[in-house]
């Protein structure tokens, strides 16, 4: 009788159990393919770490292995597949956490393996049946009720008593890590310049909505309801946070500003300096991160004239939208998702718009994108067939970088088939297209690069039928009317959006820190692809991101909606762990090849 799927990953796994608690490196290699990849979220590197092919492994083993103490490999539900490509969910545990993986295996020998930790052992979040009893039963006098208990802690954190962490940025990023933080009893403060919890979304132009799907974009803990919106407009994700800030009870400081960070090495301690709606507050956290979004400071370029153009001119980051721009000339500068928006907006408010392209993009219709590229994932579909968000989320980091490619290459084959008249009209009113650098798609440039593409929600078609005027090519200078062309064309002009991106997030630091602290971290975002805006070498993991950075007790966190509920929680595990003590070892810490 031939063996079943569960009869193939169940041998294997006893194998490699095996071999791990006996020490045996090389029995345990001898189980993995040639061509194999093993990817660990923090449960045995204390990392992020991809490693590829044997010797990899090899290494990581031979100095994490006694540490670790892996054991108790299991399937977690039945696998799926034949003897020549089996997949599998699999349990297993370390001497100090309890894990999730994914396997797969092509003719019984791993090719990728994803392990993560997924909670430390004696220090569970306090939920299901550990969750707290809320209230004595039993009668004294001057019991404090929770909301008596819950203005103490307030009061006192931050200053009769100093946070653990402190995460500087309090957007979607910041306040999701914090909800883990809070579970895992890390005394936490989250500090926001802006007024109210969810202004940096409410404070974008007002056609703005999510350009993702609402399965993709869960919060930690608490999912959007059901009959939540598939795209939600900014100002509904902005209520959305600041009630999710009150609903996970977070130490939520809006109004604050952090304006100096450095290190106290007696103390082992940041002395961080903000102001608290003016006033002055000094706070000592042992861990510092910054949750500033998915990258630094507006990238506004340098053109020859800018000073004297007569009319208004900003980056797209302060572009407010609405308004009235009948009969007026507007030039917005760039041709990825908010510069397609920017157009949007300006021509529903009357405008002339032109968008200047400079180099060329990608674009996905959103219907397409969500069919081809995310409905396996994040979708009705994927959910009915069992598939959830934390599956989702798992299934997605289960395909390290270096194979990332050939999985995403054939959907956008797909989708170029599918949409080819889209396409050739976009095409045949000057608009330069690309699929990236490898044919790759929408998600590899987000990873490599963080920008280089627009997710078609109907501004495509502004360009197609000439409503929205296309120009491609290099901009020369800025005349007091106009913006002039390398090709010496000239564009009349009342306004000029400067949709042009936004720097690396290690530029927050050296403002806030020092320069040498941010050099010190390097460049955060990409992982060596060797392609445009992405250079070697290779890392094969975002750089800085979710792990440990060059800089002691300073991390940072960022990325979209997906990124920032996933990751956090491996951040966070990695922050509760140094808080209890326990013994951390990084394996292979990231070197800082670029500064800013």
């Avoid at 009869?7 to 490196?25: C, P, S, T, Y």
């Avoid at 290494?59 to 490509?85: I, K, N």
Wanted: charged letters at 25%; glycine letters at 10%.
């Amino acid at each position: 009788m031939p063996e079943t799927p569960n009869d193939i990953v169940d041998r294997w796994l006893a194998a490699l159990d095996g071999a791990l608690q006996a020490g045996d490196i090389d029995a345990a290699l001898g189980l993995f393919a040639e061509d194999c990849y093993w990817r660990d979220f923090v449960s045995f590197t204390w990392n992020l770490k991809t490693l590829e092919g044997k010797e990899d492994i090899r290494r990581m083993l031979q100095t994490q292995l006694e540490h670790v103490q892996p054991s108790h490999w299991a399937r977690s539900e039945d696998a799926t597949g034949d003897a020549e490509a089996t997949e599998a969910w699999v349990k297993f545990e370390t001497g100090q956490a309890r894990g999730y993986a994914h396997l797969r295996l092509r003719d019984g020998a791993c090719w990728t393996l994803l392990t993560t930790m997924q909670e430390l052992k004696g220090f569970e979040e306090k939920k299901g049946t550990n969750r707290d009893q809320g209230v004595s039963h039993t009668i004294e006098k001057g019991r404090q009720s929770w909301l008596e208990k819950k203005s103490a802690r307030e009061a006192a954190l931050g200053y009769d008593e100093q946070p653990y962490c402190l995460i500087v940025g309090g957007g979607q990023g910041g306040i999701g890590l914090a909800a883990r933080m809070r579970r895992l009893g890390v005394p936490t403060i989250v500090i926001e310049k802006n007024a109210r919890p969810g202004d940096s979304w409410r404070n974008r132009y007002k056609s703005l909505h999510l350009h993702d799907p609402v399965w993709y974009d869960h919060m930690p803990y608490l999912q959007f309801p059901e009959d939540w919106p598939v795209f939600a407009s900014k100002d509904k994700i902005g209520d959305w946070l600041e009630y999710y800030t009150r609903i996970m009870e977070l130490n939520y400081w809006s109004s604050t500003e952090c304006t100096k960070a450095t290190f106290d090495e007696a103390a082992q301690q940041w002395v961080v300096e903000v102001l608290r709606e003016g006033k002055k507050v000094t706070l000592r956290p042992t861990q510092l991160i910054f949750a500033l979004g998915v990258s630094g400071y507006p990238n506004t370029p340098e053109f020859a004239g800018a000073d004297a153009f007569a009319g208004q001119q900003h980056h797209s980051s302060k572009h407010e939208g609405g308004g009235d721009w009948a009969g007026k000339k507007a030039v917005v500068i760039g041709s990825n998702n908010s510069a397609h928006d920017i157009c949007a907006d300006l021509w529903e408010n009357g405008a002339d718009v032109t968008m200047v392209q400079r180099s060329s993009t990608h674009i996905a219709r959103s219907d397409a994108l969500m069919d081809l590229a995310l409905g396996d994932l994040y979708s009705e579909r994927a959910l009915a067939s069992g598939v959830t968000t934390e599956k989702a989320d798992l299934l997605f980091a289960s395909l390290p970088y270096r194979i990332l490619p050939a999985a995403q290459i054939p959907v956008y084959e797909k989708m170029a088939e599918r949409d080819a008249e889209f396409y050739a009209s976009l095409a045949a009113v000057g608009f330069d297209l690309d699929f990236g650098t490898d044919g790759s798609g929408l998600f590899l440039k987000y990873l490599r690069r963080g920008s280089g593409y627009y997710i078609d929600v109907g501004a495509s078609q502004l360009l197609i039928d000439g409503r929205v005027k296309v120009k491609s090519g290099q901009l020369d200078h800025i005349d007091t009317h106009s913006v002039v062309m390398a090709d010496g064309s000239e564009l009349e002009a009342d306004l000029i959006v400067y949709a042009t991106g936004y720097g690396s997030m290690n530029g927050w630091l050296a403002d806030l820190v020092s320069p040498e602290v941010a050099d010190q971290v390097g460049r955060c975002w990409g992982y060596g692809s060797d392609t445009p805006k992405d250079p070697g070498p290779w890392e094969g993991e975002l750089r800085n991101m979710w792990k440990p950075t060059n800089v002691e007790q300073l991390w940072i966190h960022g990325g979209n909606l997906h990124q920032s509920r996933h990751y956090s929680n491996y951040l966070a595990l990695q922050i509760k762990a140094r808080m209890e003590g326990l013994e951390t070892p990084v394996f292979e810490l990231q070197e800082s090849h670029f500064t800013r």
